[in-house]
């Protein structure tokens, strides 16, 4: 048994099946305006936060609609993740040589004069 109704506080019509957890069907058209509005240069997580709709729906609807993310936007967004693995990296010592290590000595380069 299906069950539809609407709810105020939201602004959404939803749809029930067999007493299951609500599922919005209908995107009002200021979702769908937001959506196409924000898609290209805002996250996904931000995006599930001002439509209040799961991130699978998102992706599911702008790629119906034909959205992509900006690639500029994407390159900013991959430098600055960089930049925080680097720093948090950085900060938990991961990734360096400590002094007085000698992991590897055998191994290790030697100029032509040393040798």
């Not at 790629?63 to 990296?89: E, F, P, T, V, Y």
Request: with cysteine; proline share 2%.
């Amino acid at each position: 048994m299906k069950e539809k109704y609407y709810d105020a506080a939201t602004g959404r019509i939803y749809e029930r099946h067999h007493g299951c957890i609500p599922v919005v069907r209908v995107w009002t058209g200021q979702m769908l305006c937001d959506l196409r509005r924000w898609y290209a240069t805002t996250t996904n997580a931000e995006l599930v936060e001002l439509l209040g709709v799961s991130r699978a729906t998102i992706q599911r609807k702008a790629k119906q609609l034909g959205l992509q993310k900006d690639n500029n936007w994407l390159r900013r967004m991959q430098h600055q993740s960089l930049i925080w693995a680097r720093i948090k990296n950085n900060k938990l010592g991961h990734g360096r040589f400590q002094p007085g290590n000698t992991v590897g000595a055998a191994h290790w380069f030697k100029s032509a004069a040393t040798a």
